[in-house]
């Protein structure tokens, strides 16, 4: 069905030096991940992948979701994400590897035109690809167990603190500290500005 899409492609950073097996428990991650956002996801080659997703002007929060999933597996899993937004056709049967028009293009070109010094970044260019790639920046620094704290705040939105605590088996004061040194406050004001939330 033809639509508006979040088109996220990616591919796992330094995959050779994970077992089949972790490669993967690494990709299962995100596909469980983008179900929970309602997206599509597909592997991709070896280590590569895909997701579609509705509402696309979120992507830049799929993608951080996507990112925290993976780090929570442990300090050494990261992938790449390039992002684009816009008009794509799925087919019937829903997979996003025979998926097609200019949002999973630009996504999949993207991709391979990042150099090696960037790890997420925004087809759109502009404002956009600078919030993405400042959120690049502060994503990779990521532990696992900051990445938990922040995948469940980041979705759904508007969950608080205590129930991501709860979730967790930790204190709310163990998810605010690690939401701080995550640099979560500030990712947050710029996905509500970017996102158009109140």
């Avoid at 579609?52 to 993608?63: C, I, S, T």
């Avoid at 996507?66 to 799925?90: E, P, Q, V």
């Avoid at 605590?165 to 990712?187: C, E, M, N």
């Amino acid at each position: 069905m033809s639509d508006s899409y979040a088109v996220l492609t990616g591919d796992l950073m330094n995959s050779t030096d994970l077992t089949p097996a972790a490669l993967d428990a690494a990709l299962g991650s995100l596909g469980d991940a983008a179900l929970e956002f309602g997206g599509v996801f597909a592997r991709r080659g070896g280590d590569g992948w895909q997701c579609a997703a509705p509402r696309p002007g979120n992507a830049l929060r799929y993608a951080l979701i996507l990112r925290a999933a993976l780090r929570s597996l442990g300090k050494d899993h990261a992938t790449r994400i390039a992002i684009a937004a816009g008009a794509g056709t799925l087919p019937a049967s829903g997979g996003v590897n025979a998926a097609h028009g200019p949002a999973f293009v630009a996504s999949g070109r993207l991709l391979d035109a990042l150099p090696a010094h960037v790890g997420m970044a925004h087809a759109a260019g502009g404002v956009l690809d600078a919030a993405t790639r400042l959120a690049d920046h502060i994503s990779t620094g990521w532990t696992p167990a900051q990445a938990r704290s922040v995948r469940l705040i980041l979705w759904p939105k508007g969950r608080i603190r205590a129930d991501a605590a709860a979730a967790l088996g930790i204190t709310r004061q163990a998810v605010d500290q690690a939401l701080w040194s995550a640099g979560f406050p500030a990712l947050s004001d710029a996905l509500d500005l970017i996102e158009g939330a109140p």
